[in-house]
């Protein structure tokens, strides 16, 4: 019976993990949904930026690995601490979306940015320390925000 409680208590905690993780992707993806055009259209861009239909699936892939990350580290040093530094991660993720494509802000943005890069750094590092899966799922996400950095620091430069 303890063995049965203790699968779903994870299970449960992955749902909860997963459904705060998603709400993210939701505010942003309503943002980005809502006040994208035509404002987006008229910006110049790099030619490094990808078209439009590779956003949804790399973002739904990558806040899966997210999830997965902060659960498998949850249960494996249940740091509560680290799970509140992800939360507000999370919350900078969601506002970028907001400055970006609500208020049209480049700039802003880019900063926004910065500080997630910071957190993502900061919850990769702490997750090698604890998990290795979470580490390397972590290490996408790393890589395509530094890769968004790029986009959003040429859109600055063109705009």
């Known amino acids: 019976m303890y063995n049965m409680n203790m699968l779903k208590n994870k299970f449960i905690s992955f749902i909860i993990l997963a459904i705060i993780t998603y709400s993210a992707s939701f505010i942003g993806s309503i943002a980005t949904i809502s006040y994208k055009e035509p ?16 956003f949804a699936p790399v973002w739904t892939t990558l806040y899966l690995f997210m999830a997965i990350a902060i659960w498998s580290v949850w249960h494996k040093s249940y740091n509560i601490n680290l799970v509140l530094i992800y939360l507000i991660h999370l ?10 494509f609500v ?3 480049i700039e802003l943005a880019l900063l926004n940015l910065i500080v997630i890069l910071t957190f993502i750094a900061i919850l990769t590092f702490k997750y090698k320390k604890i998990n290795n899966l979470s580490f390397y799922l972590m290490i996408p996400y790393l890589l395509w925000s530094c890769y968004a950095l790029i986009l959003n620091f040429t859109l600055v430069l063109l705009n």
Do not use: M
């Open 39 to 54: 404002w987006y259209s008229t910006l110049n861009k790099s030619f490094l930026t990808p078209p439009d239909w590779v």
């Open 91 to 100: 919350c900078f993720n969601t506002t970028w979306s907001i400055v970006f």
């Open 103 to 105: 208020f049209h802000n």
